[in-house]
């Protein structure tokens, strides 16, 4: 009998998504969807504010990677007002993004996704989350909690807030670091990259081994990729121009200000969220597993995968055996993990670097700026991949028009290739449990999706509003409800 | 026996459930003490059932229920009134879920203008259909938790703080009444030297102000006297958590409201109209007021704004 399952909601991730996989008479997989079921709004409500007011609000995007709105945000407004930050603000910015990018990336591995890793896939749902990871391995768990929180501490000293932080403005950076401060930083980024180092080894060692056929297999899918290099091609997660790599590893540069001539965004009926490809590409759109058209992704493969080296000496020959191994670009979507850890190790070890810049207490943090029409694009790496934002002020500096495109976004149609791959995989002549549609989320869940930050939009939500008007107030019938 | 407790989440960014985690050590002492039983963010509890073969969305019976996020969507309502069935105490855990929080920024708009946004479209968009199918439908406006179910507890902040998540925590734990938010503003506890007198006239929150870096913050003067607008007369304190100090203030910036009213019954534009006023600044320079004064309580106090003819 055909039927129609509803995972709801996708669990161990940042924001709100369902699976809808509906099966055939035969109890195999006809269409598996991942539908993001939340939307709010921000480009429209940012319009009417004033610019500078942008870096306040736009990190409610997202509380998990606050850092990298605000940072695109105060990039844009920089853009919009014409200025260039002095040396030691942007040296804060990019300080402040490695050590959110520390803290994100242990978050994600090891209290969301490590879960399905170190007690497995099948384990009893009620366990199969960080507090029983906690009990299985109390000694990792409790490191591991010490150090993330540490790294929320570091923010604090560097920014007064953590989460939503103030700190970086249209011009610079609002707050100096003192060399006390400086020095209390220095001793914690240490600790933080023993925890990096170790978490590498220990991956590498007790964990991907254990799964490999499992990332041989799960959610695999061929796409292009796309990141943040710098002008000789290094990894950086703050700053560069963005690489857009095709499926078999060729790749076009261009400087983030003109995104708009290589990505479009596409609109599918049963999801609020976009589905950007490379229209540059010039074979238009397709999520067909077989052969995909225009598909690309983001986040820490594709970072991974576009850049030519990494210029901190333990990431680079972190990817010197992970690019033995998998070749370049990688396409097996489970080494996202393994990806991540690579950048853990980089984001520790630029901290460091940045930290002991004597620049870094400098004074000099913030110029100062002047309302004018104009528009301004800013551009970082978040934690999952390529953000921008674009804006566009009148003379007094008021926003009039605001686009943003963020880093699960990218992600949209590889995530929901990835998920119909694992359940026609996995789901032969209905038969199912628990465990394997909690394999099926897994192959989500090595994108680390933020939904929150990938709705911020209004587009789905006024099409449904409009639905129901037309309906004489009467709701809509979806699958949902 | 452990406490059970359950957690939902609408429209969010997920910072609260961060703050959570930003309890630090002792937060492992927490969790000894809780079972969680419903927790999207951490846990694999789910809605339909474990394979999807339910029809109604079930949450089970928990002694504590925490929600963050304001109402956006229908579903969300459905599941507020779940939480408030199977929850014996309710938290509204930040100021989304207090206030409506960022969100209802958006209560500013019409549907006939927030349209005029989606036909005309982003730069990057296709116009090649509107989601419409598996995907629930969405609210008139955003709601604060309140203005749907009955709620037992405010924990306000964008984000909340860890120190109030885990002193409401541990007083459930023991048994105990929650303590009870503070009426004062986050002038009552912010550090900077104030003269009652204001040295400049309004400016945007464009300009540095005026400090000594490394000086304590003291010695800064009020950063409303400096003519750098703040929210902090008409705001509720205790963002300082444990250390005390105002947290945008720790990095010279003014704050922005973050924590809500000083009271159910406050009205923020009233108290910033006063604040401004007895110090000689002119509160009519400001523009867009509504949304500066109401940024983060926009639940029950933005209203979609008149179309410029």
């Keep these: ?84 930050p002095p040396p030691a603000a942007k040296k804060l910015r990019e300080l402040c993004n490695s050590v959110a990018f520390m803290e994100e990336h242990i978050l994600h591995f090891y209290f969301l996704a490590g879960a399905d890793f170190l007690l497995g896939p099948d384990a009893p749902y009620s366990v199969r989350n960080v507090i029983g990871v906690l009990q299985a391995a109390p000694e990792i768990a409790q490191r591991v909690v010490k150090v993330r929180h540490m790294c929320a501490k570091m923010l604090e000293v560097l920014a007064g807030k953590p989460i939503h932080p103030q700190a970086a403005v249209p011009g610079g950076f609002s707050k100096p670091l003192s060399a006390d401060e400086r020095d209390q930083l220095r001793k ?39 990141g943040t290099v710098k002008d000789d091609g290094a990894l950086n997660l703050y700053d560069g121009k963005l690489r857009l790599m095709t499926p078999s590893g060729t790749y076009e540069d261009f400087p983030y200000e003109n995104y708009t001539d290589h990505i479009a965004e596409h609109i599918e009926s049963w999801s609020y969220l976009k589905f950007p490809y490379a229209k540059q590409w010039g074979e238009g759109f397709s999520m067909d597993t077989d052969g995909p058209k225009g598909v690309y992704r983001a986040n820490t493969l594709a970072r991974i995968n576009v850049c030519d080296y990494i210029d901190t000496p333990l990431a680079q020959a972190e990817l010197e055996e992970f690019r033995q191994k998998f070749g370049r670009p990688a396409q097996l979507t489970l080494l996202y993990h393994w990806a991540r850890l690579i950048e853990l190790l980089y984001n520790a070890e630029n901290a460091i670097r940045l930290l002991d810049d004597p620049e870094i207490t400098s004074t000099e943090t913030r110029v100062q700026v ?54 026609k995989s996995l789901i032969k002549d209905g038969k199912y449990d628990q465990g394997v549609l909690n394999t099926v989320e897994m192959a989500i869940r090595a994108y680390d999706p933020c939904l929150s930050c990938a709705t911020h939009r209004l587009d789905g939500k006024l099409s449904v509003k409009l639905d129901i008007f037309d309906a004489d107030g009467k709701l809509v019938d979806t699958l949902a409800n | 026996m452990a406490a059970r407790l359950a957690e939902e989440w609408f429209a969010i960014c997920g910072g609260c459930e961060v703050t959570i985690l930003d309890i630090g050590e002792p937060l492992i002492d927490v969790l000894k003490q809780v079972e969680i039983v419903h927790m999207p963010v ?152 104030r003269e009652k007198k204001a040295v400049s006239t309004l ?27 703040c929210l902090g007369p008409a705001t509720r304190c205790g963002c300082g958590g444990d250390n005390g100090i105002p947290r945008c203030i720790r990095a010279y910036m003014p704050c922005e409201g973050c924590f809500g009213p000083l009271s159910e019954k406050a009205n923020p534009m009233v108290d910033m109209m006063g604040a401004l006023s007895s110090i000689g600044l002119d509160p009519k320079t400001i523009p867009d007021r509504a949304a500066t004064f109401n940024r983060f309580s926009g639940a029950g106090r933005l209203r979609p704004i008149p179309a410029k003819r």
């Design chain 1, 1 to 84: 009998m055909a039927k129609t399952l509803v995972i709801q909601p996708v669990t161990r991730i940042e924001g709100h998504a369902k699976i809808t996989i509906q099966l055939n008479d035969a109890g195999n997989v006809d269409t598996a969807r991942v539908n993001v079921i939340e939307l709010r709004g921000f480009e429209r409500f940012c319009m009417g504010r004033p610019v500078e007011d942008l870096p306040r609000i736009t990190p409610r995007i997202c509380g998990v990677c606050p850092w990298s709105h605000h940072l695109a945000s105060a990039k844009a407004c920089d853009a919009v007002f014409g200025v260039e």
């Design chain 1, 188 to 226: 914690q980024a240490g600790e933080a990259l023993e925890l990096a180092k170790f978490s590498i080894a220990f991956a590498k060692e007790s964990v991907f081994p254990k799964y490999l056929d499992v990332v041989k297999s799960l959610g695999v899918i061929n796409t292009g990729f796309i």
């Design chain 1, 370 to 423: 002047t309302p004018r029409a104009g528009r301004g694009v800013g551009c970082t790496e978040a934690p999952r991949g390529t953000l921008i934002h674009d804006y566009e002020t009148d003379a007094d500096g008021m926003v009039t028009n605001v686009n943003l495109i963020v880093g699960t976004t990218h992600n949209n149609a590889p995530i929901n290739m990835s998920v119909t791959q694992a359940a």
């Design chain 2, 42 to 193: 951490l846990m694999d509890h789910k809605l339909f059932g474990q394979t999807g073969e339910e029809a109604e969305m079930e949450i089970p019976a928990a002694d504590v229920g925490l929600i963050s996020g304001g109402i956006r969507s229908e579903e969300h309502k459905k599941l507020a009134l779940e939480m408030r069935k199977k929850c014996k105490f309710l938290i509204a855990l930040g100021s989304c879920a207090c206030y409506g929080g960022i969100p209802a920024l958006a209560n500013q708009f019409s549907t006939e203008e927030l349209l005029e946004k989606v036909y005309r479209g982003s730069v990057t968009t296709e116009k090649n259909g509107l989601p419409c199918e598996q995907i629930p439908v969405l609210t008139d406006r955003v709601y604060a938790v309140q203005e749907v179910v009955p709620v037992d507890a405010f924990l306000p902040g964008c984000p909340t703080t860890p120190e109030m998540v885990a002193n409401a925590l541990l007083a459930l734990l023991a048994g105990k009444a929650l303590p009870v938010l503070p009426n004062k503003s986050v002038c009552d506890e912010c550090p900077t030297r």
């Design chain 2, 203 to 229: 400016k945007r929150r464009l300009d540095a102000p005026e400090f000594t870096p490394g000086a304590p913050l003291s010695d800064m003067r009020c950063l409303m006297e400096q003519g750098i607008l």
